[in-house]
């Protein structure tokens, strides 16, 4: 019996058609609404047993970097952080953070892993965390203060975010430098370290001031 060639190369197609990975992702399933989140993971570095990094993407373009530097020959152990804002880049495959510190890009491997590039040859993995991101230390920012009444506000640059300040920490002195400046009536550009309190959902609440560190009367955003 004679075979039939043009049927036998159409199952073949069709077979070959039926094996390929049907959850394998393309740019069309990496949506820019599926990146927010927080993703963590451990960074390699030479001479330490790496620095644990963590990021939170916040659906509303900004983020927070976390890295955690291990205790070395020259340096006590250390935490650095990086606020800003971050956007998507190569229809979606990968983001940009615009910020405190160097601009980074990663590259989207899949829904749940973004890499880091970089200079080095080894692979900088982040991969998606379903805790909740801690973003409750104490950061160096640079803003505007307003008053209205008894009522502060601050507006940190990077981000934008607007936050009512608490009267603890070192609000007193930040009010008396604010004072002494004679900027009652306008915004002024300050510097501190401070932290942000966070409500359950994401949003942010208030400033603690830690430490005011000046008032720049000509500074600006």
């Not at 190369?9 to 077979?15: A, E, K, R, S, Y």
Request: charged content about 25%; some cysteine; proline content about 5%.
């Amino acid at each position: 019996m004679s075979l039939n060639h043009p049927l036998i190369l159409l199952v073949i197609v069709l077979v070959g058609g039926c094996s390929d990975d049907g959850d394998s992702d393309s740019p069309e399933e990496l949506p820019k609404a599926s990146l927010p989140g927080v993703y963590a993971g451990v960074f390699p570095c030479e001479g330490c047993p790496g620095i644990t990094s963590t990021l939170w993407l916040r659906s509303d373009g900004r983020f927070f970097f976390r890295q955690q530097y291990p205790e070395d020959n020259v340096r006590e152990a250390m935490d650095a952080y990086s606020i800003g804002r971050w956007s998507s880049i190569d229809d979606d495959r990968g983001i940009e953070l615009s910020g405190s510190g160097p601009r980074r890009t990663f590259m989207r491997l899949d829904r749940d892993t973004l890499v880091m590039r970089t200079h080095s040859d080894l692979e900088h993995r982040l991969t998606r965390d379903s805790t909740t991101a801690d973003l409750s230390a104490t950061i160096r920012m640079e803003g505007t203060m307003r008053t209205l009444g008894d009522s502060v506000s601050f507006t940190e640059c990077l981000t934008g975010f607007v936050a009512p300040v608490s009267r603890g920490g070192d609000f007193a002195r930040f009010r008396h430098q604010y004072r002494s400046a004679d900027r009652r009536s306008e915004p002024t550009y300050v510097e501190l370290e401070g932290r942000f309190s966070w409500s359950g959902d994401g949003s942010l609440k208030s400033l603690i001031i830690e430490r005011f560190i000046t008032v720049k009367a000509n500074g600006a955003c």
